[in-house]
Nanobody, 121 residues
């Protein structure tokens, strides 16, 4: 069964850190680029960043550059999103997605189920 299972979301205080994970089963993240996206209430889903299949290249949106880091462990078949210096405006449902090239917000081969991240004091 093909799955991309997210974990790690939750409530975090402003300035805090959180790490999200996307564990793949039924396919290998080593041959897919993985993107991270988020969707806040009433807003369109937007891209945060992407990591290449090899893990050698990453790209980030301006809104998270320097605060968020995407990494992957191909041996564990898992992709990570490390979030630091969190702000209330980072509150959203976060999604991972895999495709042959960095996926777009609504088009990918595999999607995680989404996980809620809430930045609040």
């Amino acid at each position: 069964q093909v799955q991309f299972t997210e974990s790690g979301g939750g409530l975090v205080q402003p300035g805090g850190s959180l790490r999200l994970s996307c564990a793949a089963s039924g396919f290998s993240v080593a041959v897919y680029a993985t993107g991270w996206f988020r969707q806040a209430p009433g807003k369109e889903r937007g891209g945060i960043g992407c990591i290449s299949s090899s893990g050698g290249e990453t790209d980030y949106s301006d809104s998270v550059e320097g605060r968020f880091t995407i990494s992957k462990d191909n041996a564990k078949n898992t992709v990570y999103l490390r979030m630091s210096s969190l702000k209330p405006e980072d509150t959203a449902v976060y999604y991972c997605a895999a495709a042959g090239v960095c996926p777009s917000p609504y088009e990918a081969d595999y999607w995680g189920q989404g996980t809620q991240v809430t930045g609040s004091s």
